[in-house]
């Protein structure tokens, strides 16, 4: 009797060993992934749909100013300081277009780098709408798109000779023009820098922002070319701008317009209301130089322009895009977008 019982307890031993050893293993703890987005923040959004372009998949961004919303005068939330606090990389245009970042910036104390996209272009002085020296437009009105790679080289040769476009304090204090992205060859450079700059955060993912930036920088050329045929339908002698404030130089100076005045006078929108006699005097720039419509913008309140308008007896025009692309689903939701709908409605108000 105790001969089977221990023949049984044997044979259940050696089924109980063969049963865990045709067993699958256990699985084993999942490592969790290490492929998550670059979390990127973008100063506004205009330059967040840059990040978008070249970034794609591999980037999440979050941008502080929203569409619709005026840089100038952006008063940042606790929401904002929380994605500012987590990014990864922090663009921004610089030319002091964001004073209010360096504190923010501080408060914050991101991990990632903090990157200014203008690097690489020569920035206009504030308030001066001709054609700096040694930048003058070719005949043909096409010098910009080579002219501001070309200056990357010579910036860098003046630097040794103490001679730099600018030094750092005057670019942070907003002695230059920060509205650089409204020449199309200057959105080019900032999306090279926002390469790079995405290359040297992300090495493993190097080769998809070198393949979307060179996508979109395609996309570019091909609006450049196309706001330049649309400009060529436009008589020289109307080719001339009034708007709300000093946003359009560099836009002047790469397609061949005039900005004849500015309501406010002033590279920021948080210029005080211009005086009576202010308004008098720029009613008479417009009666003078013959324009057919002024131009509101889609950051500032339309009453101003509306007011000059009615006084010089001439038309408001549909509101520019100008420092904050157009809400989803308009014609500015993105920076292609609103180049093209501004070229429209300033050709369509200036041609009529």
Request: hydrophobic share 45%; net charge negative; no cysteine.
């Amino acid at each position: 009797m105790l001969l089977v019982f221990a023949r049984r307890l044997v044979h259940a031993f050696v089924a109980l060993l063969l049963t865990a050893s045709l067993a699958p293993a256990p699985l084993a703890a999942q490592t969790p992934a290490s492929d998550d987005p670059l979390s990127v923040v973008a100063s506004f959004s205009i330059l967040g749909d840059l990040a978008r372009q070249v970034g794609g998949d591999a980037v999440h961004v979050s941008t502080l100013v929203g569409p619709g919303v005026d840089a100038h005068t952006y008063d940042p939330a606790p929401a904002d300081l929380v994605a500012l606090s987590e990014a990864d990389i922090v663009f921004e245009i610089g030319l002091g277009f964001e004073p209010w970042l360096d504190n923010f910036y501080a408060s914050a104390q991101p991990p990632g780098e903090r990157v200014v996209v203008s690097e690489g272009i020569t920035p206009r002085e504030g308030g001066e709408h001709d054609d700096q020296e040694g930048e003058a437009p070719h005949e043909d009105g096409e010098a910009h798109t080579d002219d501001v790679h070309a200056n990357d080289d010579e910036a860098s040769t003046e630097g040794e000779e103490g001679e730099t476009h600018a030094d750092d304090a005057d670019r942070e204090h907003g002695a230059y023009d920060p509205h650089v992205w409204h020449d199309v060859a200057n959105a080019i450079v900032m999306t090279e820098n926002i390469r790079d700059a995405l290359a040297a955060a992300d090495p493993a993912d190097a080769a998809l922002y070198e393949a979307n930036a060179a996508a979109f920088i395609a996309e570019l050329e091909a609006l450049d070319a196309e706001i330049r045929a649309q400009i060529e339908t436009l008589p020289e002698e109307r080719r001339r701008l009034v708007t709300s404030h000093d946003t359009f130089g560099y836009f002047a100076d790469a397609y061949g317009f005039e900005v004849v005045g500015t309501a406010l006078g002033s590279l920021s929108t948080e210029a005080a209301d211009p005086s009576a006699q202010e308004i008098v005097r720029l009613v008479a720039e417009i009666e003078a130089a013959g324009v057919p419509a002024v131009f509101a913008e889609n950051v500032a309140n339309p009453d101003l322009m509306a007011a000059i308008a009615a006084e010089a007896g001439v038309a408001l025009a549909p509101p520019l895009y100008t420092d904050a692309l157009g809400p989803e689903g308009s014609p500015g939701e993105s920076y292609v977008g609103m180049m093209r709908a501004n070229v429209k409605a300033i050709v369509d108000a200036l041609g009529g």
